[in-house]
């Protein structure tokens, strides 16, 4: 059983990523507005992995993230943070759509609209700790920071995470 501080904390963290993601989603348009709630999207992927982490066990909670195609991104989104955090280094880049009033000639693609999309893994600078790279290079790089974080949120929601929750009677995202 879970003490009801430590449920309490893992639920202000669901709810701060909630938050984030939503001021991420409104700041399509800039990397300058999309950077700080990008950074806090990132953050708080990562502080309810790691809770959830805590609460369930290493072992029984990596294996089930891992084997759910959703859940196993936040491995990449693990070093997307640990980039932007430990090195400033910038992990989003600007794809070009071609709204009415936001339609940038010769860099806009047909059909898309504006939105913040990964950086290229070589234009982020190598460190030792490299973990969770392949990851970011394999499923994350120049596709929509969006969609990744709509998949933690789907994993957050994931029935199987439901499953091993109710038996430490906490929530899932």
Known sequence: MVDTNERHIHDLALGAFESSYERFSAQRHSVEAAYAPAGEALFWTIVCDDGYEAILGKNLYRSSRSSDVDGSLIVGVRWARNRMTHQ???????????E?????????VLGTVDHMKWALADAVPRT?????????EERLQGRAIS???EAC?????SESLA???????????
């Open 88 to 98: 400033r280094a910038l992990v989003l880049d600007k794809h070009y759509g071609t």
């Open 100 to 108: 009415l009033g936001t339609l940038v000639l010769g860099r806009g």
């Open 128 to 136: 030792e700790r490299d973990f969770g790279r392949p990851t970011y």
């Open 147 to 149: 969609e990744t974080i």
């Open 153 to 157: 949120r789907r994993w957050f929601r």
């Open 163 to 173: 499953r091993m929750c109710q038996s430490r009677d906490i929530r899932p995202g």
